[in-house]
């Protein structure tokens, strides 16, 4: 029997008075709250990986009115969850995997060689282009791998970090390219915004989709360099940064081969006998 009925019915038989009532129901109130909450909090303060350590005191600071996920009914968020598992137990792998020392040359500052403009596609990743990016890549992403949407990113890695490649990489199939070579005024107001940094050129005669976006693709990483060295023109005359502009092709289509990195423009210079000669010297 609730506490509140238990009071009414004692009241109503005559053996409480009002007083003895109240303090009744408040006393037996207290203690249920009290030991909802302990069930509550045992059933969600159970040890397990990947939970928050509690807050300063045992009780949260922010009280949030959205709703915690996955730990109530099933919900439409699997492929969240799902994410989320698989990201703390690879993580939890990469603790375990890489000793104290792994951390230590960085844990005081970062010191990369070079700033990497990508764009933000999820088939473009760092371990792309090389085996440890860690305290090696400054990277800067978004739509494009624009340069003017990120000078303040990309300047920070030149300049104040001291990179001595400044490597903007497009890929094939870009979605933002793409996007910006059809009416996309129906999009979302940020993202238009982006887009619209895009400058696609004419498309040739005969072109199919697929060989008019690869131009696109193209275009646009000459675009990002030619602006890259226009604001950082003195660094390259010193001999102090190379900007590099470059495709990652994992659909092959440039036809070097799935995922090769193809670098297309040198310090604003896309000549194919200077590419092929800068490319021979890195080699060496």
Sequence with gaps: MRPLSLTLLLLSAGLLSCDKAAAHAAEHGAAASSSAHGAASASHDAPGHGHAPPASGGHP????????????????????????????GDNESFVTGHPTGHFQPFVAAEKPRATLLACADSRVQANALVKGAENDLFTVRNLGNQFKTAEGSVLYGVEHLATSVLLILGHSGCGAVKAAMAPHADLDGPIKAEIDGIVVPTRKPGANDADALTEAVLANVHDQVRAATARFADRVREGRLVIVGAVYDFRNDLKQGYGRVTVVNVNGTSDPAAITAFTKAVEK
């Design 61 to 88: 600071t922010v009280e949030s009115k959205l709703p915690v996920p996955f730990i109530g009914e099933p919900g439409s968020l699997d492929v969240a969850k799902g994410f989320m598992r698989a990201m703390l």
